[in-house]
């Protein structure tokens, strides 16, 4: 039984992680890299850093929050936002990172995908795609690019397809409707993906308590699921330890990497 995976997700603009809901209305929470060395102490499994206004402000990554990051954690660690050529997927893999995640560039120039997969491999190239059920695609569900605010037109499950054959060795889906809630992940979402490929999911968005961690490993083949409010956002009701988690998923039979006592 695979092990499943708890990614700490940061959502970073000026070196700092923000928290938004439904990719609106983003709130400062802390300093990417003291965040990213409270995580890793935590026993996170992995990081995902996304530099969200880097697209939509046609700008480079943040490569100098990247170092910061990675000097200070020693678990994978997946670097988005601004990343338009292979030049950029080497710069950031030199400044830390392990895996590159591509969105909205993916969308625009689809080749990037396959360029990244032969330059550095498969299992190092992410497709994160932004997910809204607008009923205008066959799945019901659209592809959005820039931070959720531009609409495409694609169909999510078409795409992130095409996505597995260009040679992306992991997906992550954001739910935009679920995204900041903390109402639980979008199930009906992650089964029709699971239907469609055959690489590791990763789901995101909705995440609010340990239940839906639960929900989300039983019910569904997801891989890792991405947590952010539950363990730093100022919104929500309760923030939970790594610890808390793993022992109650661990109680509820899900196969997850035990924390490990220090010393």
């Known amino acids: ?6 990614i700490a997700c940061f959502d970073i603009i000026k070196g700092r992680v923000t928290k938004a809901v439904q990719f609106q209305d983003n709130i400062d929470v802390a300093p990417a890299y003291e965040l ?37 954690v020693f678990i994978p660690f997946t670097v988005g936002g601004g990343i338009k050529d292979l ?17 909205s560039m993916a969308v625009r120039n689809p080749a990037i995908i396959s360029e990244g997969a032969r330059s550095f491999g498969s299992q190092c190239i992410v497709l994160s795609t932004q997910a809204k059920r607008t009923g205008n695609t066959k799945s019901g569900y659209e592809v959005f690019i820039d931070g959720a605010r531009t609409a495409t037109g694609m169909d999510t499950i078409e795409w992130i397809k095409q996505g597995q054959d260009l040679g ?10 679920c995204d900041g809630t903390m109402s639980g992940y979008d199930l009906e979402l992650m089964k ?43 919104r929500a009701a309760k923030n939970y330890s790594v610890r808390e988690l793993k022992e109650y ?3 509820q039979g899900v196969n997850v990497r035990p924390f490990e006592e220090a010393g």
Request: proline share 3%.
């Open 1 to 6: 039984m695979l092990t499943k995976r708890l």
């Open 249 to 251: 998923l661990s109680q």
């Open 192 to 234: 029709l993906a699971e239907a469609a490929v055959s690489v590791p999911l990763i789901a995101s968005g909705g995440a609010g308590k340990p239940l839906h961690l639960k929900e989300l490993f039983v019910y569904t083949q997801a891989q890792g699921a991405i947590i952010s409010s539950m363990l730093y956002s100022p």
């Open 87 to 103: 030049n950029d997927m080497y710069d950031t893999l030199k400044a830390g990172a392990e895996k590159i995640s591509v969105d």
């Open 168 to 177: 992306a060795g992991e997906i992550c889906l954001n739910s935009i409707d």
């Open 36 to 72: 990213a060395a409270l995580m890793y102490d935590e026993q996170i499994d992995e990081i995902i850093f996304y530099d969200i206004s880097a697209s939509a402000e046609k700008r480079r990554i943040d490569i100098e929050t990247v170092k910061e990051t990675a000097r200070r």
